[in-house]
């Protein structure tokens, strides 16, 4: 991947987004070392602002919890969800769309139409649906996002896969003898993964985004502290104690931000065309 | 008196991340009022760059050297409204798809008469007198057709006469009949060597096909990785080639016609193009040359006066 | 002797938003082992969708297809994996043939890994001296290489499996003058040299003319006139090859000068709504009244050279028409 490397070191905004949610990675991943015990439990005195107490760079909330150990905590279920929702959806939207886009006909249309079914629901609101039937919890909330963001990437991937179908590099496949399955997944996938890269670093942004929408209505997983119920819980002290919601809502900007680069950073890694 | 004169012109692509790329270095060429000259050559030539250079059409990532002249107007560096002003009056532009010059929701009627001064009914008439110019009998009826309407053929006739409505003192073919059939291709260049006698055009024909040169060319320019390599009158670059590169283009063609004969092999021009970032110090042809020399390697040859015309090379001469 | 491959009567039809358009109509034609037969025609006459029809690629509405004296029709793709590697394909534009994200070692040993075959990797080096090529390329991506060196990679690829006919469509078109030469006689001297069959299809009678050994002309999907290299040249019957073979640009300014009006004037009909009866009769500078409503039958000129026009039957009409016109 010296290529990968070279790349990277012209493009400073992609290098920084890889090296910031590789950073947010490690803290989700190390926060139980770095903060043991419960991120809920009361440490110290309510609302200490931040850069006060070198024990508490972040501060505390109106319960006295450490916010930077929340932030550790709640970093842990918003990568989970955004990364999980993600790989879901677009494992569920790849596989529609290059069914629709290789057999084309029937199966195209029947395929295109639950697509647009589901599409016409905004996602939002299935997902506050399907907490509403499934009670709140993290995988409920993987779930709802999951189900309702696959249907851009199948969109998309159709309309490769059908554009690329028609190109002389699949009758070239087929006169050398291969099949359906060795020509869309070892020819025609590669081709495509940079738009479907592109569209599974948005779809990670929005589940981040979706499961601290729900976590600030209370409908997140009550037994699990995230950015989204850090936001709620800040949401009364905005005159008092900006902090306490802003800390998080910042967490979340640089990691939807860093997501977003580093999957052009992904992307423009595995073009071919791009190298010198 | 000659109507165009491109005088030690360079132009040099620099891209973000790239090194910069010599598409032209130091072209001079004059064009005569009412005469024909082609400039030939292959994909990476630069003949289309200059082609764009002289119709003020190069995008701002070119950085370009050395100057233009259009009936005493100069092109390079000159502003964007003087250079629309040129455009109506001086210069049109004949492309190779003619799908880029019309306009796909216009009809073709209003866009041969939107350069055109008067009134809707003298602007219409003058259209339909265009329409019968370029071969295309039935004006009436294709005033008010859409271009998707029309054949490729009958789309080359339309872009060549909205050029014409411009009343240009200088047409710029680019490729013109490479996208056509061959019947269809006959007719066209038919057409523009009928259009250039009768109307005495002044066309810079561009292109790849030295079959399309024969029959419309007065004198021709050739360009090989950039730099002009020879100019001659038609019939003397035909019969008498003087450089290695044009033997060589003219050698490789099949040759075709009752008499011809059947060769077991075609003669090649073996390697390929040369690195244009940055071009080799010496000759562009000397890595695909039989007659390199160590000094061909080293030392540019400049277009220097020879027995046919201009030609730039160390060893120039008929083909050994 | 049976032919390599064979199109018996082929009819294919392609629905389109603007209608049934009748690409091939009842085409038939022989490919003997070692020869290579040029189909010429402009652009809607069907050329390119019966190399798609022959190589399988899509279903034939009607007719035979055999290789090798046996019926592939309707043969599933189980059945064509034993007939695909005697069958290939060189097509016009490499770079849209070749993955922009596979080696070019990648691209030649890809036949070879689907079909199974051993000592890949010294394969790939033979295939790429034989079309030559350097065996660094192996590792370059075909945008990193020009065209000419690009459509070398296609005839590797289509040699890779030792077929016995090839179909070329277009395979030179896209290439420059000097390095078209390079890639014409690569083809011809591979072909001589490993008894290939070819299918070169066409447009540029010059070349046709320099590589194959028979001619078949093609109008609106249908075969006009097919003939051997000799007769072809010298005694084309069929107007529309006459006015094709007219209309190749000229060789020199002085031939130039010396020539007549376009041999053709007036558009190419439209594949959508073919005119009735010859379907030439639109744009024939010598259609008589028959023509118009009565499609021509094929007539045999000699024993290879055939051609379906009606002057060919009336042959009294056809000098005074020729005659009248001149």
Request: with cysteine.
């Amino acid at each position: 991947m010296t290529h990968f490397a070279r790349r990277l070191r012209r493009d400073v905004p992609a290098l920084a987004g890889l090296v910031t949610l590789v950073l947010v990675g490690a803290i989700a991943l190390a926060a139980p070392w770095l903060y043991p015990g419960d991120p809920q439990d009361m440490v110290a005195r309510p609302l200490i602002w931040p850069f006060q107490d070198a024990a508490l760079p972040l501060g505390t909330d109106r319960l006295g919890r450490d916010l930077a150990a929340g932030l550790a905590h709640g970093a842990r279920v918003s990568l989970l969800v955004g990364f999980a929702a993600a790989a879901a959806a677009v494992l569920v939207g790849v596989t529609v769309g290059c069914l629709a886009g290789w057999f084309g006909g029937l199966v195209d249309d029947s395929l295109m139409r639950v697509t647009d079914a589901v599409q016409t629901v905004p996602g939002f609101v299935l997902a506050l649906a399907l907490v509403a039937v499934m009670g709140p919890g993290v995988g409920t909330v993987i779930l709802a996002i999951a189900v309702s963001s696959w249907t851009g990437t199948a969109r998309v991937v159709r309309a490769e896969v059908s554009s690329w179908r028609e190109r002389d590099l699949v009758a070239a496949c087929r006169v050398m003898g291969m099949g359906s399955g060795e020509i869309l997944i070892r020819q025609i996938l590669p081709n495509i993964a940079s738009p479907v890269i592109v569209l599974a670093s948005v779809v990670v942004a929005v589940a981040i985004l979706v499961e601290s929408a729900l976590s600030f209505l209370g409908l997140g997983d009550p037994a699990l502290v995230s950015w989204g119920s850090m936001i709620a819980e800040g949401r009364g002290l905005l005159r008092r104690a900006w902090f306490v919601a802003a800390v998080p809502g910042v967490a979340i900007i640089i990691t939807v931000v860093s997501v977003s680069l580093a999957g052009e950073a992904v992307t423009a890694a595995l073009d071919p065309r791009d190298r010198q | 008196m000659s109507l165009l004169r491109v005088s030690n012109l360079s132009v040099v692509f620099t891209g973000r991340g790239r090194p910069p790329l010599v598409a032209l270095d130091d072209v001079s060429l004059t064009v005569a009022a009412g005469e024909t000259l082609a400039l030939v050559g292959e994909s990476g030539s630069g003949k289309s760059t200059l082609a764009l250079a002289i119709a003020g059409l190069l995008d701002t990532a070119a950085s370009v050297r050395g100057q233009i002249d259009v009936a005493g107007h100069g092109i390079v560096g000159a502003a964007p409204t003087a250079l629309q002003h040129l455009r109506r009056g001086g210069i049109a532009m004949v492309f190779q798809d003619p799908m880029s010059a019309l306009n796909p929701v216009h009809r073709i009627g209003d866009q041969i008469a939107e350069t055109m001064p008067g009134s809707r009914a003298e602007r219409r008439a003058a259209a339909s007198r265009l329409l019968h110019v370029v071969g295309l009998p039935d004006a009436e009826r294709l005033l008010e057709a859409w271009p998707h309407e029309l054949s490729g053929g009958m789309r080359q006739r339309v872009a060549l006469a909205i050029a014409l409505g411009q009343e240009p003192r200088l047409l710029i073919a680019d490729e013109p009949t490479t996208a056509l059939d061959v019947t269809i291709q006959a007719q066209i260049l038919r057409l523009l060597a009928d259009l250039q006698r009768d109307l005495g055009l002044t066309l810079l024909l561009v292109t790849h096909d030295l079959g399309v040169v024969a029959e419309l060319a007065d004198r021709v320019a050739v360009l090989y990785a950039g730099r002009l390599v020879e100019v001659a009158a038609v019939d003397a670059l035909f019969s008498t080639p003087q450089h290695p590169y044009t033997q060589g283009l003219l050698a490789a063609r099949p040759p075709f016609g009752p008499d011809a004969p059947m060769l077991p092999r075609l003669t090649e021009i073996p390697g390929g193009l040369p690195s244009l970032s940055p071009p080799p110090p010496g000759c562009r042809f000397a890595e695909r040359c039989a007659r390199v020399s160590q000094r061909c390697r080293e030392d540019m040859p400049e277009l220097r006066a020879s027995s046919a015309g201009l030609v730039a090379c160390h060893h120039p001469g008929a083909t050994p | 002797m049976t032919p390599l491959l064979q199109l018996d009567t082929v009819t294919k039809a392609w629905r389109t938003p603007a209608g049934l358009v009748q690409a091939v109509r009842g085409v038939s034609l022989a490919v003997q082992a070692g020869e290579t037969v040029a189909l010429v025609g402009e652009s809607g006459c069907g050329k390119s969708t019966l190399a798609r029809l022959a190589l399988r690629l899509t279903p034939v509405d009607a007719g035979r297809i055999l290789f090798d004296g046996q019926d592939i029709t309707h043969a599933s793709e189980r059945a064509l994996t034993a007939i695909r590697p005697r069958l290939q394909m060189v097509f016009q534009d490499a770079s849209a043939a070749l993955n922009p994200r596979r080696t070019i070692g990648q691209a030649i040993d890809d036949p070879l890994r689907v079909h199974g075959r051993p000592n890949r990797a010294a394969r790939v080096q033979a295939l790429l001296g034989e079309v030559g090529l350097d065996a660094s390329l192996a590792s370059r991506f075909p945008h990193e290489v020009s065209g000419g060196q690009r459509q070398r990679v296609g005839i590797a690829r289509a040699l890779a499996l030792d077929p016995a006919v090839v179909i070329a469509d277009e395979p030179v078109s896209a290439l420059d003058v000097s390095v078209r030469a390079q890639v014409i006689n690569l083809m011809s001297s591979l072909a001589r040299q490993r008894g290939l069959a070819m299918v070169f299809i066409g447009h540029d009678l010059a070349v046709v003319r320099h590589l194959a050994d028979r001619i078949a002309v093609m109008h609106l999907g249908e075969i006009v006139e097919a003939a051997p290299r000799q007769r072809f040249w010298s005694q084309a019957a069929h107007p529309y090859s006459q006015a094709l073979i007219a209309s190749v640009p000229a060789a020199t300014p002085a031939a130039a000068r010396a020539r007549g009006p376009a041999p053709l004037a007036g558009d190419l009909p439209s594949p959508l709504a073919p005119p009735p009866g010859c379907s030439f009769h639109t744009r024939c500078p010598r259609a008589i009244a028959t023509c118009q409503h009565q499609s021509p039958p094929l007539i045999r000129l000699a024993p290879d050279h055939t051609a379906r026009c009606h002057l060919l039957t009336h042959p009294v009409l056809d000098a005074a028409a020729s005659t009248g016109h001149r």
